[in-house]
T-cell receptor, first 116, second 113 residues
Framework: GAVVSQHPSRVICKSGTSVKIECRSL??????MFWYRQFPKQSLMLMAT?????????EQGVEKDKFLINHASLTLSTLTVTSAHPEDSSFYICSARTTVVGGEQYFGPGTRLTVT | AQSVSQHNHHVILSEAASLELGCNYS??????LFWYVQYPGQHLQLLLK??????LVKGIKGFEAEFIKSKFSFNLRKPSVQWSDTAEYFC???????????FGSGTRLQVQP
């Protein structure tokens, strides 16, 4: 089946620094990728939808200047958490949807971000 | 706005017991419905999905779900659970006007041997 990878799997950074998380579709092309955030014992909350070659669409309440999303190719999207603060600590999950109409979403393994 | 409710937050069952996890959504139009499972330390995996046709959907690992349009529900069932079914289960909905999924809050299933 389709595989989505994320790198890194976990990262610890100091408050005020920036962190980049990569999401790759390994064996399929994804025109659309999604970034979710999962708090402990809670559901996945959609942060933004990224489309290859265009600007991401952010959900209400998500700061686009803080969570920079770039979808430079059909197999790669990146999420950069800028000027990270401890409250940004969370589990970030990406998913990629195949180019087939009505295509299924495949999820990455997630990235655990801890801001100290 | 679309929302998904999973009423059971934590379910504990013994092996061989039957399972039913509730999922209700709020959207009056056409929807696609999904159940995902997240095993400890692993990523989300699709258990089953409903797009159209037979409202009783069979998925992997013996799971099935029934779409009842009049009740806006898509409950997940398994007649006999195993210890290896211990995981977090998420119901998700996608309406035709939106590309992303909306997830329920999840149900943690713990199966005791």
């Amino acid at each position: 089946g389709a595989v989505v990878s994320q790198h890194p799997s976990r990262v610890i950074c100091k408050s005020g620094t920036s962190v980049k998380i990569e999401c790759r579709s390994l064996d399929f092309q994804a025109t659309t990728m999604f970034w979710y955030r999962q708090f402990p014992k809670q559901s996945l909350m959609l942060m933004a939808t990224s489309n290859e070659g265009s600007k991401a669409t952010y959900e209400q309440g998500v700061e686009k200047d803080k969570f920079l999303i770039n979808h430079a190719s059909l197999t790669l999207s990146t999420l950069t958490v800028t000027s990270a603060h401890p409250e940004d600590s969370s589990f970030y999950i990406c998913s990629a949807r195949t180019t087939v109409v009505g295509g299924e979403q495949y999820f990455g393994p997630g990235t655990r971000l801890t801001v100290t | 706005a679309q929302s998904v409710s999973q009423h059971n937050h934590h379910v504990i069952l013994s092996e061989a017991a039957s399972l039913e996890l509730g999922c209700n959504y709020s959207y009056g139009g056409t929807v696609n419905l999904f159940w995902y499972v997240q095993y400890p330390g692993q990523h989300l995996q699709l258990l089953l999905k409903y797009f159209s046709g037979d409202p009783l959907v069979k998925g992997i690992k013996g799971f099935e779900a029934e779409f009842i349009k009049s009740k806006f529900s898509f409950n997940l069932r398994k007649p006999s659970v195993q210890w290896s079914d211990t995981a977090e289960y998420f119901c998700a909905v996608k309406n035709t006007g939106r590309r992303a999924l909306t997830f329920g809050s999840g149900t943690r299933l713990q199966v005791q041997p």
